[in-house]
């Protein structure tokens, strides 16, 4: 096989003996890859000369002792610590697991309470509002024949009511939860139900003199 | 020091079978103080040899061949038969000789490489010991992984599979490793 100049390196780093023999052949009429082979063999052929050995006689024994002794050797605190770690480790997780699974049904439990009492609360506030609206069309008829002041002023007082409810209404929407807003719906709807109780007693006031 | 003249050796690692890997592994887990002395008898020539080579002195040469066969006493019971055992000894024994290697970077007071490298006296007259000197410290100036890729191909005369398994690289990147390194220590090899 004929090679050029250029390939020489490929030889080099194919290594196989094939590969040198071929680097070779080609380098007997190169002088530059001549070259460039015999200082790649003598570095090859200087790193052989330093595997390299000694006798100590004490080595063997140095070492048979060191073995021995390991064996012999308590456990070694890195030791100790993993084997205490593997341990806590083996018999926390069923406890962890335990208990988180403990802790999930306890708040999976008090979910369910706040959503039953929630919707309690809501339904109670339904019929509430029903009832309302009842007694709202009771005085309807009144406060809209009715020009005297006191009704006009009832009136006004119902229809600021009305539109603060409505609002309030508005943010429970957003936020079902909050407590304060709905003490403060249930505060304007009693407003309102004394209001229109004052709108009928007026009214039984007129009619029965 | 008890130490006797340093010798070249031309002697490749003996190949054994996977059972009697296997088997080796298992007596070494066991306890079996016979299988260390036989596995020192069959490999503590290459094992000093790679471990001087790596580490320059034969003391710190020595402390790896004995931390070795300790590591091997704790960890034989691991051995998965994967690879040679002759394999897994010398991957045992290179990590340590990295580790001695890394402590002796951390020493403030770290002698330079010059002084320790020991010359002794060795028989073989072929090469001039100034190239061997020469080239020693080149080595030692070599990246760890590329000295234990030379050192375990060109001085151990180990194959690329062997040193891919020992150093956790593939055969390919094991053949191109020697290449770049053989290339320059020729260049630097010229300048000295």
Redesign the interface.
């Known amino acids: 096989m004929t090679i050029t100049c250029n390939q020489i390196d490929d030889l080099l780093f194919d290594g196989s003996p094939l590969a040198m023999e071929t680097a070779a052949r080609h380098a007997a009429e190169c002088d530059a890859c001549a070259q460039t082979l015999a200082a790649w063999n003598e570095l090859s052929d200087t790193a052989q000369s330093l595997r390299t050995t000694w006798d100590n006689d004490t080595l063997w024994p140095r070492i048979e002792r060191a073995i021995r002794a390991e064996r012999k050797r308590p456990m070694r605190w890195t030791s100790r610590a993993a084997a205490a770690i593997f341990i806590i480790a083996a018999l926390g997780a069923p406890l962890f697991y335990m208990l988180r699974v403990q802790t999930r049904e306890a708040a999976f439990d008090r979910t369910i309470i706040r959503v039953s009492a929630l919707d309690e609360v809501e339904r109670t506030e339904r019929d509430y509002t029903r009832a309302i609206r009842n007694l709202e069309k009771l005085t309807d008829a009144k406060l809209e024949d009715s020009e005297s002041p006191l009704m006009v002023s009832y009136k006004e007082k119902l229809m600021l009511l009305d539109d603060a409810i409505a609002e309030c209404e508005a943010n429970i929407d957003h936020n079902r939860q909050n407590a304060h807003l709905r003490k403060q719906l249930l505060a304007m709807y009693s407003e309102k139900q004394q209001t229109l109780q004052d709108v009928l007693r007026e009214d039984s006031d007129v009619s029965n003199p | 020091m008890?130490?006797?003249?340093?010798?070249?050796?031309?002697h490749p690692v003996p190949a054994s079978s996977g059972s009697e890997d296997r088997r080796i592994a298992a007596a070494c887990a066991a306890?079996d103080?016979q299988i260390?002395?036989d596995i020192?008898r069959r490999f503590?020539?290459s094992l000093?040899?790679i471990a001087?080579?790596h580490l320059g002195n034969?003391s710190d040469a020595?402390d790896a061949?004995?931390e070795t066969?300790?590591k091997i006493?704790?960890s034989a019971s691991t051995y998965t038969g994967e690879a040679s055992f002759s394999t897994w000894i010398f991957r045992i024994l290179v990590n340590t000789c990295y580790d001695v290697l890394r402590k002796r970077k951390r020493r403030i007071d770290e002698a330079p490489i010059e002084d320790m490298v020991e010359t002794?006296e060795?028989t073989?007259p072929?090469?001039d010991e100034a190239?061997?000197m020469t080239?020693?410290k080149l080595?030692h100036e070599l990246p760890e992984q590329r000295r234990s890729v030379?050192?375990l191909f060109?001085?151990?005369?180990l194959s690329h599979a062997e040193i891919g398994e020992i150093l956790g690289i593939t055969e390919g990147n094991s053949?191109?490793i020697?290449?770049a390194t053989?290339k320059d220590?020729?260049t630097k090899?010229?300048r000295k």
Do not use: D
């Open positions: 008890l130490q006797a003249a340093m010798t070249t050796v031309l306890g103080a260390f002395e020192y503590g020539a000093k040899s001087w080579n034969i020595e061949v004995q066969f300790l006493h704790r002794a060795r073989a072929s090469v190239k061997r080239l020693r080595l030379f050192t060109e001085i151990e005369g053949k191109w020697l290449f053989k220590l020729q090899w010229k």
